[in-house]
């Protein structure tokens, strides 16, 4: 697949205080603004774009190797029936966080807030499951630890849709439905305060077009378990689906941004 999006959302990147979530107004003279802080591309930086790669990490389907890889401007994941995680019921093709060199990788640390924009494409052949299907995470850095922030395709009453989820304490921050997304590129506009307790908030906006399908806010939730949050993008879902919905798929994104109030 080679087409391309560059969307970058939100009128105004550079825009007040105004245009984030839980935090106070700033004074004229100080006001708050989105600073670009990561912008790679596939066809310049590959997967050298991301802290990690979980490409078949159980080594359980070589013959699909790479799993994960960038095509023209997109990076694309592969996610085949037969491909298994170090877990046995689930499979999981993803990437994390934000390089900035070969050194260095962004950092989200509590009390701060951060914006990540990109468009992704989701084929007829990616479908909403019984049990978790997630194609963007939150979570702590570390074996073991608990997603915060889910973006999922689920099964609800036998209808496909896509949710973002504080999984914690499992809280829906919007749901809409699947099937209008289905071959066809969807943009993607995230936000988050990192915040302990109830000191976290979050935005997801989801547009085709000019047509916004989602803009949904929760504030006063938990955002933060320990450490610092990292992102994760890709495919990583339950075999435990009873709708027959697992095939052969992949996923695309491109245009990835990410910003930083400040």
Do not use: C
């Given at each position: 697949m080679s087409a391309t999006r560059r969307t970058l959302l939100g009128a105004a990147l550079g825009g007040a205080a105004s245009a984030a979530v839980g935090l106070p107004a700033a004074t004229p003279a100080h006001a708050a603004s989105?600073?670009?802080?990561?912008?790679?591309?596939?066809?310049?930086?590959?997967?050298?774009?991301?802290?990690?790669?979980?490409?078949?990490?159980?080594?359980?389907?070589?013959?699909?190797?790479?799993?994960?890889?960038?095509?023209?401007?997109?990076?694309?994941?592969?996610?085949?029936?037969?491909?298994?995680?170090?877990?046995?019921?689930?499979?999981?093709?993803?990437?994390?966080?934000?390089?900035?060199?070969?050194?260095?990788?962004?950092?989200?640390?509590?009390?701060?807030?951060?914006?990540?924009?990109?468009?992704?494409?989701?084929?007829?052949?990616?479908?909403?499951?019984?049990?978790?299907?997630?194609?963007?995470?939150?979570?702590?850095?570390?074996?073991?630890?608990?997603?915060?922030?889910?973006?999922?395709?689920?099964?609800?009453?036998?209808?496909?849709?896509?949710?973002?989820?504080?999984?914690?304490?499992?809280?829906?921050?919007?749901r809409t439905d699947l099937d209008p997304l289905h071959d066809r590129w969807t943009d993607v506009d995230f936000q988050i305060k990192v915040g302990n307790g109830s000191a976290g908030s979050v935005r997801w906006i989801l547009k085709t077009g000019s047509t916004t399908v989602v803009d949904a806010t929760r504030t006063g939730v938990d955002t933060f378990l320990a450490d610092r949050v990292r992102p994760k993008w890709g495919i990583y879902r339950s075999l435990g689906d009873t709708s027959g919905s697992l095939q052969d798929t992949y996923l695309l994104l491109t245009g990835l941004r990410g910003y930083q109030l400040t």
């Amino acid at each position: 697949m080679s087409a391309t999006r560059r969307t970058l959302l939100g009128a105004a990147l550079g825009g007040a205080a105004s245009a984030a979530v839980g935090l106070p107004a700033a004074t004229p003279a100080h006001a708050a603004s989105w600073q670009l802080k990561w912008s790679p591309s596939a066809s310049r930086d590959g997967l050298g774009a991301f802290e990690t790669v979980e490409d078949d990490r159980a080594d359980s389907h070589p013959a699909g190797q790479p799993h994960i890889r960038a095509t023209g401007d997109n990076w694309r994941f592969d996610m085949h029936t037969v491909d298994r995680d170090t877990s046995t019921d689930r499979q999981r093709q993803e990437v994390t966080g934000l390089r900035t060199s070969g050194s260095s990788y962004l950092r989200w640390t509590e009390g701060q807030t951060w914006r990540i924009t990109y468009s992704m494409y989701i084929p007829a052949s990616l479908k909403a499951t019984t049990t978790f299907t997630h194609i963007m995470q939150m979570k702590q850095p570390g074996t073991g630890t608990s997603p915060i922030v889910v973006q999922s395709l689920r099964r609800v009453n036998g209808r496909q849709t896509i949710e973002l989820k504080l999984a914690g304490d499992d809280i829906l921050v919007g749901r809409t439905d699947l099937d209008p997304l289905h071959d066809r590129w969807t943009d993607v506009d995230f936000q988050i305060k990192v915040g302990n307790g109830s000191a976290g908030s979050v935005r997801w906006i989801l547009k085709t077009g000019s047509t916004t399908v989602v803009d949904a806010t929760r504030t006063g939730v938990d955002t933060f378990l320990a450490d610092r949050v990292r992102p994760k993008w890709g495919i990583y879902r339950s075999l435990g689906d009873t709708s027959g919905s697992l095939q052969d798929t992949y996923l695309l994104l491109t245009g990835l941004r990410g910003y930083q109030l400040t």
